[in-house]
């Protein structure tokens, strides 16, 4: 069992700024990437930056000079600073992780890689 719990939050003026965290719990071999996405009013959930086990990131173009997504090492927490917020930017954001975990098969012990969620925290941008 890996659970993915997220903290920060919250309501915030625009232009202000607020920092998300989110760390893993449980059993696992080991965290690739991390990441966050965002699910705005009425929208589907889509990306907002990932940050490999080895640092590389990647932002959405609606982020990319106003968010930063770093990683405390392999194990997290991974931290998402959210810079000069606008009301577009309001949503549930979710913490995401590929990994590893050890399966028990009929046969011996397998690695498998499955991707987790965090149960969301909300944004909410104020014009």
């Known amino acids: 069992q890996v659970d993915l719990v997220e903290s920060g939050g919250g309501l915030v003026q625009s232009g202000g700024s607020v920092l998300l965290s989110c760390t893993a719990s449980g059993s696992y071999i080991k965290i690739n990437t991390m990441g966050w996405y965002r699910r705005s009013p009425g929208q589907q959930r889509v990306l907002v930056a990932t940050i490999t086990s080895d640092g590389r990131q990647h932002y959405a173009d609606s982020v990319k000079g106003r968010f930063t997504i770093s990683r405390v090492g392999a194990e997290g927490p991974v931290y998402l600073e959210m810079n000069d917020l606008q009301p577009d930017d309001t949503a549930v954001y979710y913490c995401?992780?590929?990994?590893?975990?050890?399966?028990?098969?009929?046969?011996?012990?397998?690695?498998?890689?499955?991707?987790?969620w965090g149960q969301g925290t909300q944004v909410t941008v104020s014009s």
């Open positions: 995401n992780a590929d990994i590893t975990v050890e399966a028990l098969m009929p046969w011996g012990v397998n690695h498998n890689s499955y991707n987790y």
